[in-house]
């Protein structure tokens, strides 16, 4: 038998041997077998100088590739070793992966602030800014600043609640703000033109507790003066507004409304989110959810801060918090906002 | 206000379907709040003629009535007893949706027998069609009224129920309404021209008006008539009453009523007779301590401030809001002197809000109506009077009129209304569409300018902007296009505090918390509950004048009290953990000013011990879970703060902490009060901190500067000292802090125990030590350790434990 004979016997051995091995020690003993310094293979290699020159080339190359063929198999062989191994030892650290993560407490805002953070966004990227203003109010800035003179009818649609006060030499009047517009004239009384923006805040009301009515909610105000401003300015900025909060495809309408501190003045409406307008029991079948009251600042509320109607336009406009998350989510009593119950605050 | 629309096709073509009529009106700036249709559900009820009445065979007070319905001829048993032959009646065939006339119960008619009569049918009251109370008798339909024809068409309405805004005191009249559909819908209202014969003695020769308050009454009409028949009204006048909303009365007091609703200028009827030598009238105000019984039947006390009418002894009624009891119209009436007159609207509103007594006349008044109304109306009661309940009228009307004002045109240009709209409407249009509400446009020497004038019945029209409205409410909102803002953003400077607040509410909610919102009113009881001790508030919290009731009554000085009971209703359905924050305001009285609204964030943590939960060890909350909480949230916000012993007299003593910032005491944290945590019926520890917001803010502007990350590489030594119980921990870092090479102090254990002797406790820290200029050799460590322990050992009687 010549050497070459004997390679390829080599090789059919030590590929049979190795498809059996299973762990690592037994691998070593094959390489130290096969490939070790002691193998017939390194013999060969090593001996190759006293073979006849005939056989010297073809006997060399055939060793030479057996030795990189077996070193090859050697590789495949550890890794498929290694990651048989991994597979097992993962399988047998196997969890009941359904048993329950170690809790971490998690906490919420609550809705409404949730909901004034959001309008708050919504009003900042088109350039308002946000302020607040006192829930505690003269007289001046939450009636009479805004055309609504004492013995107004207006007045008697924003039940007031008064704060009991000695009144100093001035006889003013101290309340808790019916609405969030007072803070229209404290901010143009302190900035000029151009300006824009909302005021979020409590606002109170002399009412009866039930299902729709409590004594204290949320409203944000909004506006903006400066020259050139317009009707159509009013609807697009509150358009854009009713895009983002409620979706494009939510159907907006404008109507007229009254307001004493804006002429002309303007209620907007969104389309029934239930009915898809066509008249339900939420809408009170006429299709339309009313959303906010607005209009063009009163030319008397823009000369009673000083600034010049004939140069200067604005729009103004206000809307409640609460009733938002209430049609958004079906909520039915507006009380539940201020029972700080967790069963309900943790729903949103 | 309720409007029925047969009564409003009296003045105007109504073409358009009921429901895109209301949209209309709607769009225009009058809701309809309601329809309500008359005779929607009268099905098997028809209009029938009675052709035989015979008696009933078994019993004396029922009939057999015959009812000619054009295709058929039922008998019904009928007990009513004013059915005569030849009337037109409302009959109900068997399966009619009626009222009950006994028991006002919805039922369906069905077959009855009557005392051995079989009756398939019923000839109908008014209550029994549910359009009034009257039971009495069958209703008499008109003569005219045709044979077989359903009911609904006879006698069927839709009732819009309309939303009448402060600003449209015109449009509480059918008439007015009249006038704003015939607008919106390009029809031309009909007004009925009013006019009557006068025979009488001319009414100047008969009685006088003075007016002694003209600033509260711009004018007094009134008519006279004599020889009047006091009596029901006719059917078509009491159905329209009932049907806006008002009973009738007697036929005086129903005109009166119906002209009110008709032109919207409140009328009153004296009995002439009962008036002081009926005589004068005058106009005044109230003397003092004056007092009069109204219609009502109340005794009121008048002030000074109120208008009234009166004869020369006595007020009469109260002007404008309700008339008296002395001079009412009764069934021995037989002559009265009508009022139709205009009173200051903010006089009528105080008197009627002083009173609290609110009546359809006082609403109209104080709106404001014009005082071109009076002759009008009064004219048009006279010649209804005259009809309904006979009688002459003197000749002539009186009419004191000091108030005269000639309107002034308002100038309208069409460049300045496009500058408020942001859409040019053409000259024609403005003008079409004022004109459709009864203004008058003049023009100008310029083609785009107009000298507009306000139709007489509109009180709310002042200034351009009034008619720019009109013009757009007309065109319609929706021909304004949609624009967005396009000039240069204003300047901005966000207010930081609203910054911290989101922060602050941010990071708790991270922490796990729970934001709440509390009414800010509250009672007194709520606040002293959860600040006991002396037993009376620092600062004496506002007071409402009004409260609605005791438990609001107060404006909160704390958001303790809303918190506790916050956590008691949720104690109630939760045993696991609760942390709950607010941040709000409390309102503190201030001298002559508005009060201070600091905002505050109040936050509590509660564990009960009782729950389970995965995966088990749960510790209840401590003090320093509290304090972490603080602590974790003023990193957060920039702000480092200190801790010094409190005197919180809701707070457990000794496991409290008052929150310090730059020397300032800006909030507090710490254990509730045993004896509060009961008397808000909570059990368990609770843990509370309350941080003033806005007493913080300035201290969390500040300027930070870089450090250096060090780069030469720490050591680190844990020591165990032993100490005397009462050493705190504070003492001891201020110590080890005061060496420079110490980069960090950590505590990691507190022990006391059998390992240590009694009276001490140990205490275990890790020190890293780190120069900023070259790598710290051991030895150097070892110097600087010795040196602090030699120093804690000297100061504080520190030894290393062993
Ligand atoms: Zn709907």
Redesign the interface.
């Known amino acids: 038998m010549d050497v070459l004979e004997q390679l390829a016997e080599l090789k059919v051995r030590a590929l049979g041997e190795l498809a059996d091995i299973d762990d690592a020690r037994e691998l070593e003993s094959w390489r130290v077998c096969y490939l070790g310094k002691k193998s017939r293979l390194t013999a060969v290699l090593r001996n190759l100088g006293e073979l006849p020159l005939s056989e010297k080339k073809s006997v060399g190359a055939g060793a030479n590739r057996l030795r990189v063929e077996l070193e090859s198999n050697l590789e495949q062989k550890k890794r498929a070793l290694r990651e048989a191994k991994l597979a097992s030892s993962v399988q047998k650290e196997g969890l009941d992966i359904s048993?329950?993560g170690?809790?971490?407490?998690?906490?919420?805002?609550?809705p409404?602030?949730q909901t004034i953070?959001k309008i708050n966004d919504i009003f900042t990227s088109?350039?308002f800014?946000?302020?607040?203003g006192?829930?505690?109010?003269?007289d001046y800035y939450n009636f009479e600043a805004l055309n609504i003179?004492?013995?107004?009818?207006?007045r008697?649609?924003m039940a007031t609640?008064?704060?009991?006060?000695e009144k100093?030499s001035n006889q003013r009047q101290?309340l808790?703000r019916t609405h969030t517009s007072p803070m229209q004239i404290r901010f143009m009384e302190k900035v000029r033109?151009?300006?824009?923006i909302v005021v979020p805040g409590?606002v109170?009301r002399?009412?009866?507790?039930d299902a729709t009515h409590i004594?204290?909610f949320h409203q944000i105000e909004g506006l903006?003066v400066?020259?050139?401003?317009?009707?159509?300015?009013l609807?697009?900025?509150l358009?854009?507004f009713s895009r983002r909060f409620f979706g494009k495809d939510r159907k907006v309408?404008?109507?007229?409304?009254?307001f004493?501190f804006v002429?002309?003045?303007?209620e907007m409406a969104i389309e029934c989110a239930v009915c898809k307008g066509e008249g339900c029991r939420l809408c009170g079948s006429?299709g339309w959810i009313e959303i906010l009251g607005a209009g063009?600042v009163?030319?008397?509320v823009l000369r009673r801060v000083g600034i010049d109607p004939e140069v200067y336009?604005g729009f103004a406009f206000g809307m409640g918090i609460e009733r938002i998350p209430m049609l958004r989510y079906g909520i039915d009593d507006i009380r539940l906002?201020?029972?700080?119950?967790?069963?309900f605050?943790?729903q949103f | 206000m309720k409007v029925p629309l047969k009564w409003l096709k009296e003045y105007v073509a109504v073409t358009l379907p009921v429901t895109e009529l209301a949209e209309r009106l709607?769009?225009?700036?009058t809701e309809v709040k309601g329809t309500e249709v008359i005779g929607g559900k009268w099905e098997n009820i028809l209009v029938g003629e009675v052709i035989t009445v015979e008696p009933h065979p078994n019993a004396d007070r029922l009939r057999l009535v015959t009812v000619e319905l054009g295709t058929e001829q039922p008998t019904v048993v009928c007990g009513a007893p004013n059915l005569r032959l030849g009337d037109k009646v409302a009959f109900a065939r068997v399966g009619a949706e009626l009222i009950d006339g006994h028991s006002g119960q919805k039922i369906i008619l069905k077959p009855a027998k009557i005392r051995g009569v079989v009756s398939s049918g019923m000839v109908l009251s008014e209550k029994e069609l549910g359009i009034s109370d009257i039971h009495e008798g069958i209703m008499v339909l008109p003569p005219e009224a045709p044979v077989g024809a359903p009911l609904a068409e006879c006698l069927g309405d839709t009732i819009f129920d309309l939303d009448i805004?402060?600003?449209?005191p015109d449009l509480l009249s059918v008439i007015g309404v009249a006038r704003e559909v015939a607008a919106l819908t390009g029809e031309e209202p009909s007004i009925p021209e009013v006019s009557y014969e006068a025979k009488g003695a001319p009414i100047e020769e008969q009685v006088s008006v003075e007016i002694a308050a003209p600033q509260l009454c711009s004018r007094y009409s009134a008519s006279l008539i004599y020889g009047i028949k006091i009596a029901e009204s006719p059917r078509w006048l009491k159905s329209r009453l009932l049907a806006s909303g008002m009973r009738p009365i007697n036929n005086i007091v129903d005109v009166t009523n119906y002209v009110m609703l008709e032109y919207g200028q409140p009328l009153h009827a004296f009995d002439f007779f009962k008036l002081w030598g009926n005589k004068k009238i005058i106009v005044r105000r109230a003397g003092g301590g004056e007092v009069m019984v109204s219609l009502d039947g109340v005794e009121r006390a008048l002030q000074g401030d109120m208008l009234v009418i009166a004869d020369e002894k006595q007020a009469v009624a109260i002007a404008g809001v309700m008339g008296g009891a002395s001079s009412e119209v009764s069934q021995e009436t037989t002559s009265i002197l009508l009022e139709s007159a205009n009173f200051a609207?903010?006089?009528i509103?105080?008197t009627s809000?002083s009173l609290r007594l609110i009546s359809e006349s006082s609403m109209r008044f104080?709106?404001g109506i014009r005082p071109e109304l009076t002759l009008l109306a009064l004219k048009r009661a006279t010649q209804l009077i005259l009809l309904l309940a006979g009688g002459e009228a003197a000749k002539g009307l009186i009419d004191v009129y000091p108030g005269r004002k000639e309107p002034e045109p308002i100038s309208l240009s069409t460049e300045r209304l496009e500058?408020?709209?942001?859409?040019e409407f053409s000259p024609q249009q403005i003008v079409a569409a004022l004109t459709s509400l009864g203004f008058n446009c003049e023009p100008t020497s310029s083609a785009s300018e107009f000298r507009v004038r306000a139709p007489y019945w509109r009180s709310d029209i002042h200034?351009e902007?009034?008619l720019?409205?009109e013009v757009?409410?007309i065109v319609g909102?929706?021909k304004?296009?949609?624009?967005?803002?396009?000039?240069?953003?204003?300047r901005?400077?966000?207010?930081p505090?609203?910054g911290l607040k989101?922060k602050a509410?941010?990071s708790?909610?991270?922490?796990?918390?729970?934001?709440?919102?509390?009414?800010?009113?509250t009672g007194r009881e709520m606040l002293e509950k959860a600040l006991p001790g002396s037993g009376s508030l620092k600062a004496l919290p506002?007071?409402?004048?009004?409260?609605?009731t005791a438990d609001?009554e107060y404006?909160r000085t704390s958001l303790r009290g809303?918190l506790l009971?916050?956590l008691a209703?949720?104690r109630r359905?939760?045993d696991g953990?609760?942390?709950?924050f607010e941040l709000g305001?409390v309102?503190l009285a201030r001298h002559?000013d508005?009060?201070d609204?600091s905002e505050i964030l109040s936050g509590l943590l509660s564990s009960t011990g009782l729950e389970k939960?995965?995966?088990g060890g749960d510790e209840p909350f401590s003090f320093f879970d509290a304090k972490g909480v603080v602590e974790g949230l003023l990193t957060r916000l920039d702000v480092t703060p200190s801790f010094e012993e409190a005197g919180d007299e809701g707070l457990r003593p000794g496991a409290q902490a008052a929150v310090v910032v730059a020397g300032n005491k800006l909030g507090v944290v710490g254990e509730l009060h045993p004896k509060v945590a009961e008397a808000f019926e909570v059990s368990g520890a609770v843990y509370l901190f309350e941080i003033n917001l806005t007493a913080l803010l300035p201290y969390t502007i500040g300027h930070k500067v870089f450090q250096p990350i060090q780069r030469f590489p720490a050591v680190v030594r844990d020591i165990a000292l032993v100490v005397d119980v009462g050493l705190s921990h504070r003492q001891v870092v201020d110590v080890i802090r005061g060496f420079p090479l110490v980069q960090k102090v950590a505590l990691f254990d507190v022990y006391s125990g059998k390992q240590v002797p009694v009276g001490k406790k140990s205490l275990a820290y890790r020190l890293t030590f780190q120069s900023s200029t070259h790598t710290l050799t051991d030895e150097e460590a070892n110097k600087v350790q010795q040196q602090i322990l030699a120093k804690l050992s000297s100061e504080l009687g520190a030894s290393l434990r062993s």
């Open positions: 048993l329950p170690y809790p971490f407490p998690v906490g919420r805002l609550h409404v602030t953070h088109m350039g800014q946000v302020v607040e006192p829930e505690v109010e003269w003179p004492e013995e107004h009818p207006a008697d649609t609640l008064w704060i009991d006060y100093d101290m808790l033109p151009p300006l824009r409590k109170y002399y009412e009866a507790t004594p204290m903006a400066d020259e050139g401003i317009t009707m159509a300015d609807k697009g900025t358009y854009e309408r404008f109507r007229c409304d009254y004493p002429e002309p003045g303007v006429s063009m009163h030319p008397e336009t906002f201020y029972s700080s119950d967790l069963r605050l943790r | 709607a769009m225009a700036g805004t402060p600003n449209r609207p903010a006089s509103h105080h809000s104080e709106r500058r408020l709209l942001g859409v200034l902007a009034d720019i409205e757009a409410r909102y929706d304004i296009p949609t624009t967005m803002l396009s000039r240069s953003l204003p901005q400077d966000p207010e505090g609203l989101k509410g941010q708790l909610v991270g922490y796990g918390f729970q934001e709440v919102i509390t009414y800010s009113l506002l007071r409402v004048a009004n409260p609605m609001q404006l809303n009971a916050a209703a949720n359905h939760e953990p609760i942390r709950l305001r309102y002559n508005l009060p609204e939960s995965w995966p």
